[in-house]
């Protein structure tokens, strides 16, 4: 029998401050409206950003302070 652990909302604060700090240093700052969230158990990130190497950045970003979601990112390039 396995058991599921559902992390606390003050976890998923947590790891929603963590994740955006992370992005933020990441990408110094260039995601405009960053907005970090869960959905469905999946981490998802968007914002707006002029290049597509700063919508990597993020996902880069979010894969070293993330290492057990799925992550999903909805970054626009504009």
Known sequence: ???ALVPSSAEF???LEQVEQAVQAKTGGR???LCVRVDEGCLVVSGRTS?????QL???AVRD???DMSV???VEVC
């Open 1 to 3: 029998m396995s058991v």
């Open 13 to 15: 604060a947590l790891l």
């Open 31 to 33: 995601i405009r409206g």
């Open 51 to 55: 290049t597509y190497y700063n919508k």
């Open 58 to 60: 993020v996902t880069h």
């Open 65 to 67: 302070t993330v290492l």
């Open 72 to 74: 999903q990112n909805d």
